[in-house]
């Protein structure tokens, strides 16, 4: 029975990190007319480190950014962006992340922030993902800035 407020505050806690998936179009006969006739999107604003930084703020239950900042339930991110990929000490992480190789640059970055667990299945980072490719954009100008 003590567990029961643990695990309420960690589900609550994970609720925060995403956003909800936008509704999914019931009349299968219309996307094709929509995709169509759908202009490409760009931002009204170009996203900005100080528009990543508030989305971070999704991040921060598990994730710290401070240089030298402790690792909490996920590893600290400061540095992230040019970092070979599961390669902060002093965290463990899963098989998964250990064997997907390769380097945090921008696009990898973009691509696994996008949604975690599908691009890294058997992560055990329990994110929905960044859905706006703005705000995913904005993200990473913040985690840049940060590795500075």
């Known amino acids: 029975m003590r567990r029961a407020p643990v ?3 960690g ?15 019931t009349a299968a006969s219309d996307a094709p007319a929509a995709a169509e ?21 999704r991040c921060a239950a598990c994730h710290t950014i401070d240089k030298d900042g402790p ?6 991110l400061h540095g992230i962006v040019g970092r070979p990929v599961a390669s902060h000490p002093g965290f463990a992480y899963s098989g998964a992340m250990k064997a ?12 696994y922030l996008a949604d975690p667990m599908k691009t890294v ?3 055990r980072m ?4 960044v859905i706006d490719a703005a705000d995913r954009q904005a993200l990473i100008l913040y985690l840049e800035d940060q590795s500075k």
Do not use: H, R, S, Y
């Not at 589900?11 to 179009?25: E, T």
């Not at 006739?37 to 703020?57: H, L, S």
């Not at 997907?100 to 691509?111: E, H």
């Open 37 to 57: 006739t759908a202009a490409p999107t760009t931002p009204a604003v170009a996203p900005t480190a100080a528009m990543g930084e508030q989305i971070f703020k």
């Open 11 to 25: 589900v609550l806690a994970l609720a925060g990190c995403g956003k909800a998936a936008p509704p999914a179009d």
């Open 7 to 9: 695990l309420l505050a």
């Open 126 to 129: 329990a994110f929905a993902g």
């Open 100 to 111: 997907k190789g390769g380097v945090w640059d921008a696009a990898a970055l973009d691509i």
């Open 121 to 123: 299945p058997g992560t």
């Open 71 to 76: 690792n909490g339930i996920g590893p600290n």
